[in-house]
């Protein structure tokens, strides 16, 4: 019985220092595989923040829609306070993956006003109604919660009086259109400056300057 017991062989171990060997060869050939799948994942997430960003250009109530990875949408109706001025307009945008805080978009922007006040070069006021149908291009830097964009186009319009003699000018043509706005966000809290101004001045009731504060809720 005890004869029996000292012939089994038992089985044989690797030596210590071969088995630590060993654990520590697997452990270092799975750290590049854990390392690229780190990278990609932050790679991931850094591009879906951005994507979900908006740009600098992004005007309040404006609807934001994406088409593939790069491309952003954004339309919104256009009305003055004095109501006597309404339209839309339409923004398609990008931001470089090399220039992660610049956007550039492009803007088509139309407008129909009735019955706006006019002194006509005679000196007699009468009232007009206008259309304008515009293209911009835009430009855009985000630095942190700051934003700041320039944009710079052709308008064509055209124009009838409803009241007096028409005046000089009034049937149409074609006139620039330039403007800028940035906007600062603290807290959750936005506030927001644009300007535009078109270089015609029978759309001078087209040029305006806003300033706004958005709160959370």
């Known amino acids: 019985m005890n004869t029996s017991m000292r012939n089994r062989r038992r089985p044989r171990l690797p030596p210590r220092g071969l088995a630590s060997r060993l654990a520590l060869l697997a452990a270092l050939s799975t750290m590049p595989l854990a390392v690229q799948a780190t990278e990609q994942e932050e790679e991931g997430e850094g591009k879906e923040g951005a994507a979900q960003e908006n740009p600098a250009y992004f005007y309040q109530g404006a609807y934001l829609t994406s088409i593939g990875e790069s491309l ?69 830097l985000r630095l942190g919660n700051f934003g700041v964009y320039a944009k710079s186009g052709f308008a ?19 006139t620039r259109v330039n403007g800028f706005g940035a906007h600062l966000a603290v807290s959750g809290v936005v506030g927001r400056l644009q300007y535009e101004r078109f270089d015609e001045p029978s759309l001078e009731h087209l040029n305006h300057v806003t300033a706004s504060i958005h709160l959370p809720f």
């Open 156 to 174: 064509s319009w055209q124009g009838v009086a409803v009241t007096g003699q028409p005046g000089v000018n009034l049937d149409g043509g074609m």
């Open 72 to 140: 952003r949408l954004l339309g919104d109706s256009v009305t003055s306070l004095d109501g006597l001025t309404s339209g839309f307009r339409l923004t398609a945008g990008f931001t470089p993956y090399e220039l992660p805080l610049l956007d550039i978009g492009a803007e088509i922007d139309y407008r129909e006003s009735e019955e706006v006040p006019l002194v006509a070069s005679q000196g007699d006021s009468q009232l007009v109604d206008t259309t304008s149908l515009g293209g911009s291009l835009l430009a855009g």
